[in-house]
């Protein structure tokens, strides 16, 4: 950073930390309209507009803690009036959508638990009003604005904004908000996710913050000039009207909030939980050695025909209270599916508040307090206009790599913060079948919708300590389910044949990744089902494990044809999962990742599989009666104990002890034949060696002989390199085609992805122990790098004793 340096933590509750470097960004323009738009710390706002600033920071503690809930509280009956108005049904069975409160200034004080991209980002959102529309057309009481522009912050068009400035005795005193999915807004697809958009112009509309309610009058012009653009204009009013009914009644709350307690009260409690939120994260992040995480994933086949790999980076570099983050290395913009800088940040600061911000009620501000971007524009995660973004395939890959980076950084911590660690878990794959029905008109006359649920019905990754959670939903998705079938199928786009958990669906570890769900449905007969694919090739595996876990199942969608299903359903014969199906219909198709069917043939099925979560550590240090149960309750297969865990059971269930010891050793064995012997390696120094940071690495500790620094197997004690390098450098090595280690499991790359692509294995080539794995091409290095500041580590070991 140049100039004067941030101030951290707040100690008033008043951010002075820019979050970027403006002299090295360049001068943009960051509007929101040229460039995504940036903030700076001191914002241009219209003087004739009076902001409340006045806070009493000498609160009492019962008061604080009382208005601190009630906040809370009141932030959580926003989105249950939404609920209850809207007529979209993600919104009303799924929770999606999101609430906030913020202060006059647009700091985030509080966030619902629902999904955490949509209000992440909300102070941009009235950051971008205070100093855009200030004056004209003017902000006031009464005044309720929209937006849903990427470039000023959402991570898609349908995902829309509306929120409203709390004025107390003329003076701006708060802003509360919301953001859900309101549906189709018009572009080259139907149903809100435009697959084959090439820029913006072919997505949906976008719109920069317009104010649809002027001094408690909704302006009609406005409002019908907005949901006309879309396929569906009487469901999109239906859900505008929800977040106005949603703003206006929290203006209510918090005004009486201000009346009752007093506004200086109340705005001290509000800086208060932001200066607390502040404190306690940096004290947490105090107890992390500094130095630097990387991950590297892949993206295949959301570009059409286009079968090459494009990457996407993140680095998170920790200096004291400090976290920098860059998207270095990602691929540049291009076709559907990119994101913005809204959404890079709001990532970061998402997985920073549940890695080290987990108890502070979604105070947002806090934790962006402690948060340096160095954003790479023109990339496919920090997208300059005119790209494309409503498809959504890099949002879902940016928050999977800020959590699985932020995990990284939080192994290298004490135990307590090191248990927070999870492998990547449901939606790290961007995948949902959106259904919609038409009439003869091609109008649309039922929502899109998931018509399972089941895309928010992933397995959460596996811990450092336990397994994950079968069909928990995505750590970003927090409140989130995935709702009942019957009154989505009433909607009468389809008819579920099932949904159920998906067998084998996580990925192999010490510790399982969780389940995720399989579904399929048919298209009712009362008009034209459609069905829009968005996902990415689930062949470049984006559900990564940790510490050598493998990585999870990363999901299919495939079709039945020829009225295969109505067939056997006419014979009395219900498929149940996809076994029978497949036996009834003789096959199933895999669909391409912009596979549109307009319509679905009657008597055909869609078919999904969803992505588990990935799996911490080695399988074969599972304990085998861990297995047997997830056997006997019907989580793994007897095939995949054997295949992954090693693990043989009798007729009855029960872990056969001797053959199982025995297929374990011959695993290893052939791990280690199969790999070859590490080329750099660093001999391991003379003398004892002394664990400095158990796990530091996953699977790897950083050690120390004498006065050097190194990285040592943790299950065996085996020195593989010197600290200055990457742990994999000393590792040995298996590659193999990923559908050659698990057809099911990881599907052939060449059907509609890049052929060249592999799955790594790292092994300790003393104990055979998995350290890491990852998918990659041949060419590359790790995807998984770490380095930490061994002068700093040192020093703070001197100064400890």
């Given at each position: 950073?140049?100039g004067t340096?941030?101030?951290?933590?707040t100690?008033?509750?008043v951010?002075?930390?820019p979050?970027?470097d403006f002299e090295a960004?360049g001068?943009?323009?960051?509007?929101?309209?040229h460039r995504?738009?940036i903030?700076?710390?001191e914002l241009?706002?219209?003087?004739?507009?009076?902001?409340?600033?006045?806070a009493d920071?000498q609160?009492?503690?019962?008061t604080?803690q009382?208005l601190r809930?009630?906040?809370?509280?009141q932030?959580?009956?926003h989105?249950?009036?939404?609920q209850r108005?809207t007529?979209?049904p993600?919104?009303?069975?799924s929770?999606d959508?999101?609430t906030?409160?913020?202060t006059?200034?647009?700091?985030v004080?509080t966030?619902s638990?629902?999904?955490?991209?949509?209000?992440?980002?909300?102070d941009?959102?009235?950051k971008?009003?205070?100093?855009?529309?200030g004056t004209?057309p003017g902000?006031g009481?009464?005044d309720?604005?929209?937006?849903?522009s990427?470039?000023?912050?959402a991570g898609q068009?349908?995902d829309t904004?509306?929120?409203?400035p709390?004025?107390?005795d003329?003076?701006l005193?708060?802003w509360?908000?919301?953001?859900?999915?309101?549906g189709?807004l018009g572009?080259?697809?139907?149903?809100?996710?435009?697959?084959h958009?090439r820029?913006?112009?072919?997505?949906g509309?976008?719109?920069?913050?317009?104010?649809i309610?002027?001094?408690?009058?909704i302006r009609?012009?406005v409002?019908a000039?907005?949901?006309?653009q879309?396929?569906?204009?009487g469901?999109?009013r239906l859900n505008?009207?929800?977040?106005?009914?949603?703003?206006r009644a929290m203006v209510?709350?918090?005004?009486?909030l201000a009346?009752?307690y007093?506004p200086?009260v109340?705005k001290?409690?509000?800086?208060?939980?932001i200066?607390?939120c502040?404190?306690v994260?940096g004290?947490?992040l105090?107890?992390?050695?500094?130095g630097?995480w990387?991950?590297r994933?892949?993206v295949?086949?959301?570009?059409g025909?286009?079968?090459?790999?494009h990457?996407?980076?993140?680095?998170?570099?920790?200096?004291?209270e400090?976290?920098?983050?860059?998207n270095?290395g990602?691929?540049?913009q291009?076709g559907?599916g990119?994101s913005?800088?809204?959404?890079?940040?709001?990532?970061?600061?998402?997985a920073?508040?549940?890695?080290?911000g987990w108890?502070?009620?979604?105070?947002m501000a806090?934790?962006a307090?402690h948060?340096v971007?160095?954003?790479v524009f023109g990339?496919?995660?920090?997208?300059?206009?005119?790209?494309a973004?409503?498809?959504?395939?890099?949002?879902f890959v940016?928050?999977?790599?800020?959590?699985l980076?932020t995990?990284a950084m939080?192994?290298?911590?004490?135990?307590?913060l090191r248990e927070?660690a999870?492998a990547s878990?449901?939606?790290?794959?961007?995948?949902?079948?959106i259904g919609?029905g038409?009439?003869?008109?091609?109008?649309?006359?039922?929502?899109p919708?998931s018509l399972h649920?089941?895309?928010l019905?992933?397995?959460?990754g596996a811990?450092?300590h336990?397994d994950?959670m079968?069909?928990?939903?995505?750590?970003f998705?927090l409140?989130?389910s995935?709702?009942n079938?019957?009154?989505?199928?009433?909607?009468g786009?389809?008819l579920?044949?099932?949904r159920?958990?998906?067998?084998d669906?996580?990925?192999?570890?010490r510790?399982?990744?969780g389940?995720?769900?399989?579904?399929?449905?048919?298209p009712?007969?009362?008009?034209?089902?459609n069905?829009?694919m968005?996902?990415?090739?689930?062949?470049?595996n984006?559900?990564?494990g940790?510490a050598?876990?493998?990585?999870?199942?990363a999901g299919?969608f495939?079709?039945?044809?020829g009225?295969?299903?109505?067939r056997a359903m006419?014979?009395?014969r219900?498929p149940?999962?996809r076994e029978?199906?497949e036996q009834a219909?003789?096959?199933?198709?895999?669909?391409?990742?912009?596979?549109v069917?307009?319509p679905v043939?009657p008597g055909d099925?869609?078919?999904?599989?969803h992505n588990?979560g990935?799996?911490f550590?080695d399988?074969?240090?599972?304990?085998p009666?861990?297995?047997?149960?997830?056997v006997?309750h019907?989580r793994?297969?007897?095939?995949?104990?054997?295949k992954?865990?090693?693990?043989v059971?009798?007729t009855q269930?029960?872990?056969?002890?001797?053959?199982?010891a025995?297929?374990?050793?011959?695993?290893?064995?052939?791990r280690?034949?199969?790999?070859?012997?590490?080329?750099q390696?660093t001999?391991r120094?003379e003398g004892?060696?002394?664990?400095v940071?158990?796990g530091a690495?996953g699977?790897v500790d950083?050690?120390?002989?004498?006065?050097?620094?190194g990285?040592?197997c943790?299950?065996?004690?085996?020195?593989?390199a010197?600290a200055?390098t990457?742990f994999?450098?000393?590792?040995?090595?298996?590659?193999q085609?990923?559908h050659?280690?698990?057809?099911?499991?990881?599907p052939?790359?060449?059907e509609?992805g890049?052929?060249s692509l592999?799955?790594?294995?790292?092994?300790c080539p003393?104990?055979?122990?998995?350290?890491?794995q990852?998918?990659c091409?041949r060419e590359?290095?790790?995807?998984?790098?770490?380095?930490l500041e061994?002068?700093?580590?040192q020093?703070e070991r001197t100064?400890?004793?």
């Amino acid at each position: 950073m140049t100039g004067t340096a941030p101030r951290y933590a707040t100690e008033d509750g008043v951010l002075r930390n820019p979050q970027v470097d403006f002299e090295a960004l360049g001068e943009g323009p960051w509007d929101g309209i040229h460039r995504s738009y940036i903030p700076r710390p001191e914002l241009s706002i219209d003087p004739g507009l009076a902001l409340h600033t006045e806070a009493d920071l000498q609160v009492d503690p019962i008061t604080y803690q009382v208005l601190r809930s009630r906040l809370w509280h009141q932030n959580l009956e926003h989105g249950d009036i939404i609920q209850r108005v809207t007529g979209s049904p993600p919104v009303i069975y799924s929770k999606d959508f999101a609430t906030a409160v913020l202060t006059e200034d647009g700091e985030v004080v509080t966030v619902s638990p629902t999904i955490q991209f949509f209000s992440t980002l909300a102070d941009l959102v009235v950051k971008w009003t205070l100093e855009h529309r200030g004056t004209n057309p003017g902000i006031g009481p009464g005044d309720v604005f929209l937006q849903n522009s990427p470039f000023v912050a959402a991570g898609q068009q349908p995902d829309t904004a509306v929120f409203a400035p709390v004025f107390h005795d003329g003076k701006l005193f708060a802003w509360v908000y919301n953001a859900l999915h309101m549906g189709d807004l018009g572009g080259v697809d139907p149903g809100g996710w435009a697959v084959h958009a090439r820029d913006k112009f072919e997505d949906g509309a976008a719109t920069a913050p317009v104010k649809i309610v002027d001094g408690g009058r909704i302006r009609e012009d406005v409002l019908a000039l907005w949901v006309n653009q879309g396929r569906d204009p009487g469901t999109l009013r239906l859900n505008v009207n929800s977040g106005i009914a949603g703003c206006r009644a929290m203006v209510e709350r918090v005004t009486g909030l201000a009346g009752e307690y007093g506004p200086a009260v109340v705005k001290g409690v509000m800086r208060r939980m932001i200066a607390g939120c502040s404190r306690v994260v940096g004290e947490r992040l105090l107890r992390i050695p500094d130095g630097t995480w990387s991950q590297r994933l892949y993206v295949s086949g959301a570009l059409g025909e286009d079968h090459r790999l494009h990457q996407e980076v993140l680095t998170i570099t920790k200096r004291g209270e400090r976290i920098v983050c860059s998207n270095a290395g990602t691929s540049p913009q291009g076709g559907p599916g990119n994101s913005t800088y809204s959404v890079l940040r709001s990532a970061v600061v998402a997985a920073l508040a549940s890695a080290v911000g987990w108890d502070q009620q979604g105070c947002m501000a806090g934790i962006a307090d402690h948060v340096v971007m160095e954003p790479v524009f023109g990339t496919r995660s920090c997208a300059n206009p005119p790209a494309a973004t409503s498809a959504l395939h890099s949002v879902f890959v940016t928050m999977n790599l800020a959590g699985l980076t932020t995990g990284a950084m939080l192994m290298s911590g004490p135990p307590d913060l090191r248990e927070r660690a999870t492998a990547s878990g449901g939606l790290s794959v961007a995948m949902a079948d959106i259904g919609f029905g038409f009439d003869e008109n091609m109008s649309l006359v039922a929502p899109p919708v998931s018509l399972h649920g089941g895309l928010l019905g992933g397995g959460i990754g596996a811990f450092p300590h336990r397994d994950g959670m079968d069909n928990a939903g995505s750590w970003f998705m927090l409140g989130t389910s995935a709702g009942n079938i019957e009154p989505i199928e009433q909607d009468g786009v389809g008819l579920v044949l099932y949904r159920r958990e998906l067998r084998d669906g996580g990925g192999p570890g010490r510790w399982r990744g969780g389940n995720g769900t399989e579904a399929a449905w048919i298209p009712h007969h009362a008009f034209m089902s459609n069905a829009q694919m968005v996902f990415v090739e689930p062949s470049a595996n984006l559900a990564a494990g940790l510490a050598g876990g493998y990585y999870a199942l990363a999901g299919n969608f495939m079709r039945s044809t020829g009225g295969a299903v109505a067939r056997a359903m006419a014979d009395g014969r219900v498929p149940g999962d996809r076994e029978q199906l497949e036996q009834a219909t003789g096959g199933l198709e895999r669909l391409h990742p912009q596979a549109v069917l307009m319509p679905v043939p009657p008597g055909d099925a869609v078919v999904v599989e969803h992505n588990g979560g990935g799996g911490f550590g080695d399988p074969l240090d599972r304990e085998p009666e861990r297995v047997a149960a997830d056997v006997a309750h019907g989580r793994v297969s007897v095939g995949a104990a054997r295949k992954y865990w090693g693990v043989v059971l009798d007729t009855q269930g029960a872990v056969d002890a001797s053959p199982t010891a025995a297929l374990r050793q011959e695993i290893r064995r052939e791990r280690l034949e199969s790999a070859v012997a590490p080329q750099q390696g660093t001999p391991r120094p003379e003398g004892s060696l002394e664990v400095v940071l158990p796990g530091a690495g996953g699977s790897v500790d950083l050690a120390r002989v004498s006065d050097a620094f190194g990285w040592a197997c943790s299950g065996c004690g085996h020195w593989l390199a010197d600290a200055g390098t990457p742990f994999q450098s000393g590792a040995a090595v298996a590659e193999q085609a990923p559908h050659e280690v698990d057809s099911r499991l990881y599907p052939d790359p060449a059907e509609f992805g890049d052929p060249s692509l592999l799955l790594r294995r790292y092994h300790c080539p003393s104990c055979a122990a998995l350290l890491s794995q990852q998918f990659c091409r041949r060419e590359d290095g790790p995807g998984s790098t770490l380095h930490l500041e061994l002068a700093t580590l040192q020093a703070e070991r001197t100064v400890g004793g």
